[in-house]
C-alpha cells in the first residue's frame, strides 16, 4: 500500500504564514512529479504548485512570489511553504504524487486526505 500524509494546516490571519508537508509512505520504487492542489467551497479542485523530481516547479499564478514548493527526494517529502496568506487561499489543500511501485512500470497518480487551511481576513 502507499500513502500520503499531509500536515500543517491550520487557522491563520491574513498576511501570516504556514508551512504544509507531505510524506509518501509504502513501497515505492520512484516519484515523479509532486503537487499541492487546494479545493474551496463551491469551487473545483485546482492546481497550486508543482515540482519535478530534478526540481523544477512551477505556481498558480496568484500565488507566485508567496508560496514555495519544494521536495526532499530521500525523503519521499514535499513541502508548500505560503507566506503573505489571504482569504482566497483558503481551502482543503492536497498533496499529490505519480508514484511507481516496484515490479510495475506504470506511474500512478496518488493522492493525500488533504489538511485544511483558513485564513481570517
Known amino acids: 500500500q502507499v500513502q500520503l500524509v499531509e500536515s500543517g494546516g491550520g487557522l491563520v490571519s491574513a498576511g501570516g504564514s504556514l508551512r504544509l508537508s507531505c510524506v509518501a509512505y509504502?513501497?515505492?520504487?520512484?516519484?515523479?512529479?509532486m503537487a499541492w492542489y487546494r479545493q474551496s467551497p463551491g469551487k473545483e479542485r485546482e492546481l497550486v504548485a508543482s515540482?519535478?523530481?530534478?526540481?523544477?516547479?512551477s505556481y498558480k499564478e496568484s500565488v507566485k512570489g508567496r508560496f514555495t514548493i519544494s521536495r526532499d527526494n530521500a525523503k519521499k517529502a514535499v513541502t508548500l511553504q505560503m507566506n503573505d496568506l489571504k482569504a482566497e487561499d483558503t481551502g482543503h489543500y492536497y498533496c499529490?504524487?505519480?508514484?511507481?511501485?516496484?515490479?510495475?512500470?506504470?506511474?500512478?497518480?496518488?493522492w493525500g486526505p488533504g489538511t485544511q487551511v483558513t485564513v481570517s481576513s
Open positions: 499529490n504524487a505519480d508514484i511507481l511501485k516496484p515490479a510495475s512500470d506504470i506511474y500512478r497518480s496518488t
Open positions: 509504502g513501497s515505492i520504487y520512484s516519484i515523479r512529479t
Open positions: 515540482i519535478t523530481r530534478d526540481g523544477i516547479s
